[in-house]
């Protein structure tokens, strides 16, 4: 935490920017180590290049802060109280000159941009969500403990869903049983919104779980995660429920072989674009290229969706400690779809799955 936060210290010093706004749940908590939903509430880390670093949060949480080890100031501040006051107060007190100040242009609202941006004299602005990204892009160690341990989840997820599978029960059922055991196991948040879908309903790549019923020779197909000590997990497989067809096992095997060869070339060094042309490649030949309309993946860590974006227009190089998705899929309207979804980790001289979920096609009984 105290590196992370030097780190960003020293790229103010050298961009001479006189202060940071950081207001995004997930950015507070890189920084500080501190996690919560404030709702409504402003809670913001404030960074200068020379000064103490403060945060402010609603007062009811300051206490939380400090037992996430947080050893600079805290501002708190009751219901009824103008946050805003007491920033004002802290920025003054450090003789914050402000020519130059940051913030993350695409999380900040325009009100609260306004109201800092009113404790200075025209500053220039700039954006410090960019270098943000780049400092999450490569997950340190104790970082890649809890996503390993959170996949594993995402693993069980899975196992409890198949184990759930018999005609006629639904979605929303087989849904349940999956978070109801990863609850027993610890788990209080999922990483999104939790598919289970049946039959033509998996031919939707974001479908809705609904009272759609199970029956033979349905595909079958789980999206899940879970939010384990901040961190995130996002698997996804697809099964045959009780036979398949030579139709179903063609988009099955392709997608799966697909997805091998983009993970294949998961190395430190390769383009990241490249990953999703390799898969894409594979697929168009197949003869399924219009029924693959989503990016390979995503990068993976606090947020569920986070930099880097992995779509063949991108440009930029896999590193070591880079986290992200491998889902390539097809999807038939009316037939329904294929998705088969790990998460990858760039090790010094290829990579790793961190789930582990088997994924060649299994025909449940």
Known sequence: ????????????????????????????????????????????????????????????EARQVKDAGWNSEVVGYSDHE?????????????????????????????????????????????????KLNEMRLVKDESEIEIMRRAAKMADFGVEVGVGALQEGITEMEVLAKIEYELKKKGIREMSFSTMVLFGEKAGDPHGNPGDRTLKAGDFVLFDLGVVLEGYTSDITRTFAYKSVSDKQKDIYNTVLKAELASLQASKPGNRIGDLDQIARDIITDAGYGEFFPHRIGHGLGINVHEFPSMSHLNDGILKEGMTYTIEPGIYVPELGGVRIEDDVLITEDGHVTLTKYPKELQIIE
């Open 1 to 60: 935490m105290k590196q992370r936060l030097e780190i960003l210290k020293t790229w103010l010093k050298e961009e001479n920017i006189d202060a940071a706004f950081i207001n995004s749940t997930e950015n507070v908590f890189y920084l500080t180590n501190f996690h919560t939903d404030p709702h409504e509430r402003l809670m913001g880390l404030f960074v200068f290049p020379d000064a103490e670093p403060f945060v402010v949060v609603p007062g009811m």
């Open 82 to 130: 103008d946050p805003w006051a007491f920033i004002k107060q802290a920025i003054q007190t450090r003789g914050i000159d402000g020519a130059k100040v940051a913030f993350e242009n695409e999380v900040v609202t325009y009100g609260r941009s306004q109201a800092f941006l009113s404790m200075f004299h025209s500053p220039a602005v700039v954006n410090v969500e960019d």
